[in-house]
């Protein structure tokens, strides 16, 4: 049987050199990873692998910065470089460093990083080396379960409704960074939708914002809240001003408002409220998000359902 014949190694160096270049670039995308230098002031050198754009990463805008430019943040350490940057300072290896930032479409990703350091021939510095991995799915999968459980447990330990609402709201606001929250409910006696309570950033112009909607009832798919009442599903507005369903009212306009997400309160397979939340920021849907406010809204029509059930017998 015949032996099979090696392949035959190019004799032209830059050859060479060219398929190593993609032997590793093959390695790097099999490993969803990618691969990074820098120089002994810790700039960005190199930046290559074929994951960054879905990363949110523009390697030609990283070149000749450092980690810590680019709005990132370290998880953790109090979201401070500090601890990070000692351990560079001391030349050491670091393996699985996470933080995170803000891409141009408005998503937070979060990356974890090792490298190790590089010296020359003669012992010096030259910079560090190594990979970096998008954890973003699974970082956002924990984070928001931890949500889920969070509010599990402010609805257990809670007592009135609004004070209760109120809480949820600002830990749903603060935690995924909306500016604005508000609740509205069913009104048994004029059978729509009133407000109940909401949190905001402080805010003149956002208190104003939430006085407004105060006043505000909707009816069956009226607007958004009437929407999102009417259709029993979460609904994501990325931009207020392109959809013919929102009120854009003066106080919405004076706020600069612009995305809007909203959800079903739910309670034995109906919709009895909607939790609404916006942001002057113009925000894509994400579909994580989306999946998780189905359970949640389920917890806080439950609460809310209970609530009113106590109500009545008092």
């Known amino acids: ?17 060219r398929l190593a270049e993609e032997r590793f670039e093959s390695l790097i995308g099999l490993s969803s990873d990618w691969y990074w230098e820098q120089d002994d002031s ?30 990132a943040v370290p998880v ?32 937070v990703h979060y990356f974890s990083v090792s490298g190790l350091p590089i010296f020359d021939g003669e012992g010096r510095f030259c910079g560090y080396r190594g990979v970096g991995k998008d954890i973003t799915a699974a970082r956002r999968a924990d984070e928001l ?26 830990e749903i606001c603060e935690s995924q960074n909306w500016e604005v929250g508000r609740y509205f409910q069913l009104d ?17 112009v956002l208190e104003e914002f939430l006085a407004a909607s105060r006043k505000a009832t909707f009816g069956p798919g009226v607007g958004l809240v009437g929407t999102a009442w009417q259709t029993g599903q979460p609904l994501w507005v990325p931009d ?3 959809d013919s369903r929102a009120f854009l009212v003066k106080s919405t306009v004076r706020t600069g408002i ?15 409220g909607v939790m609404s ?22 917890q806080i029509g439950q609460f809310a359902q209970r609530k009113q059930a106590e109500g009545v017998l008092q």
Not at 85 to 102: E, G, N
Not at 279 to 298: D, F, K
């Open 1 to 17: 049987m015949e032996a099979r014949k090696n392949p035959k190694k190019p004799d032209d160096p830059a050859e060479a050199l």
């Open 42 to 71: 810790y700039r960005f050198t190199v930046v290559t692998g074929s994951h960054l754009e879905a990363s949110g990463v523009d390697a030609k805008r990283v070149l000749g910065t450092t980690r810590w430019d680019n709005d």
């Open 76 to 107: 953790g350490d109090g979201g401070s470089w500090e601890k990070h940057k000692a351990v560079l300072k001391a030349r050491r290896p670091f393996s699985d460093f996470v933080y995170k930032r803000l891409a141009a479409n408005g998503e």
């Open 145 to 170: 379960l931890g949500l889920e459980h969070s509010i599990t447990r402010r609805l257990a330990a809670g007592e009135g409704l609004p004070e209760t609402m109120k809480g949820v709201i600002r």
């Open 188 to 204: 048994e006696k004029t059978g729509g939708l009133r407000f109940v309570e909401a949190w905001s950033e402080p805010d003149p």
């Open 240 to 242: 207020l001003s392109k």
């Open 258 to 272: 612009r995305a809007a997400f909203l959800f079903p309160a739910t309670s034995e397979g109906g919709t009895i």
């Open 277 to 298: 939340f916006s942001s002057r920021a113009v925000r894509e849907p994400e579909e994580r998000l989306l999946q998780a406010v189905r359970v949640i809204g389920s």
